[in-house]
T-cell receptor
């Protein structure tokens, strides 16, 4: 069975600090996809990134970067020079590619960025 | 409009009321989902529709009744709800992996309906 663990529940940083959000996953499938979503106070989950299990290249998008390591089953998300607008709940999620597989979410990490 | 829209954004209803939540996606996807998000709980998948056919009912009480008239619209009909049903109800869509065309696994979410049952 698939599982996503986000051990951190709440993180508070001061603006301009770097912050890393951890995600550890479990799956028996060799082919799967990992995601990060952002949920601002407005409620909508915003898709940030998708990574497939065969692509371990790290990715950078502006102030956001993702570190995917299959050896440790982790898919961590780093925000560089955090801003107040980054304050949100961040979810890591996993989906296997078998028939009728479902998107499994972690419990989310509440990030507060203080001015 | 673009993306996934949901109406109403906020809803307060009594336990004896009947109401419906509406979701519309403008992404050309063929799979749609209802999720429930309660305070301090993980996202719970409620229903999945693929090509308008329900493929998943995650042990949801019968007081929640989904309807999917076409691939772009999804409804959640509510009746005789309980206070513990108060939550954020999120709709999502994706391009089903069996569509024969391009496939993707990411789901795109609407802004949600904040439901309060009194």
């Amino acid at each position: 069975a698939q599982k996503v663990t986000q051990a951190q529940t709440e993180i508070s940083v001061v603006e301009k600090e770097d912050v890393t959000l951890d995600c550890v996953y479990e799956t028996r499938d060799t082919t799967y996809y990992l995601f990060w979503y952002k949920q601002p106070p407005s409620g909508e989950l915003v898709f940030l990134i998708r990574r497939n299990s065969f692509d371990e290249q790290n990715e950078i998008s502006g102030r956001y970067s993702w570190n995917f390591q299959k050896s440790t089953s982790s898919f961590n998300f780093t925000i560089t020079a955090s801003q107040v607008v980054d304050s949100a709940v961040y979810f890591c999620a996993l989906i296997e590619t078998g028939a009728n597989s479902k998107l499994t979410f972690g419990k989310g990490i509440t990030l507060s960025v203080r001015p | 409009e673009t993306g996934v829209t949901q109406t109403p954004r906020h809803l307060v209803m009594g336990m004896t009321n009947k109401k419906s939540l509406k979701c519309e996606q403008h992404l050309g996807h063929n799979a749609m989902y209802w999720y429930k998000q309660s305070a301090k709980k993980p996202l719970e998948l409620m229903f999945v529709y693929n090509f308008k056919e329900q493929t998943e009912n995650n042990s949801v009480p019968s007081r929640f009744s989904p309807e999917c008239p076409n691939s772009s619209h999804l409804f959640l009909h509510l009746h005789t709800l309980q206070p513990e049903d108060s939550a954020l109800y999120l709709c999502a869509s994706s391009q089903d992996r069996n569509s024969g065309g391009g496939k993707s696994y990411e789901q795109y979410f609407g802004p949600g309906t904040r439901l309060t049952v009194t």
